[in-house]
């Protein structure tokens, strides 16, 4: 599957935006879809994931009650809703798809997008 994000861009703290990951290929609605995330000089980090048929969720803690992972296999999509936005949000934001179960590890994710990048200014 390929995976295309998009969304990202300058927004105040506090403010709110939405990212969307567009995947191709008939099999997206099997997949387990994450978004991750790489703040300059850091590792990358996980932000949420999502089930097969969206029934299940899973957050990083920095992120939870702020953001809200969905997704749409009609249209082959998967959306991060991020609100309460702060300055240390900032980061490229990466989509994943992977085989295996809701997880935090990079390494069950098999494909990925190329990034967008958030910019959260103070």
């Known amino acids: 599957v390929q995976l295309q994000a998009s969304g990202g861009g300058l927004v105040q703290a506090g403010g709110s935006l939405r990212l969307s990951c567009a995947g191709s290929?008939?099999?997206?609605?099997?997949?387990?879809m994450g978004w991750f995330r790489q703040a300059p000089g850091k590792e990358r980090e996980f932000v949420a994931a999502?089930?097969?048929?969206?029934?299940?969720?899973y957050y990083a803690d920095s992120v939870k009650g702020r953001f809200t992972i969905s997704r749409d296999n009609a249209k082959n999509t998967v959306y991060l809703q991020m609100g309460s936005l702060k300055p240390e949000d900032t980061a490229v934001f990466y989509c994943?798809?992977?085989?295996?179960?809701?997880?935090?590890?990079?390494?069950?994710?098999?494909?990925w997008g190329q990034g967008t990048l958030v910019t959260v200014s103070s």
């Open positions: 994943a798809a992977g085989e295996y179960g809701l997880g935090s590890n990079p390494k069950a994710y098999a494909y």
């Open positions: 290929g008939r099999r997206f609605s099997r997949y387990v």
């Open positions: 999502i089930s097969w048929n969206g029934g299940s969720t």
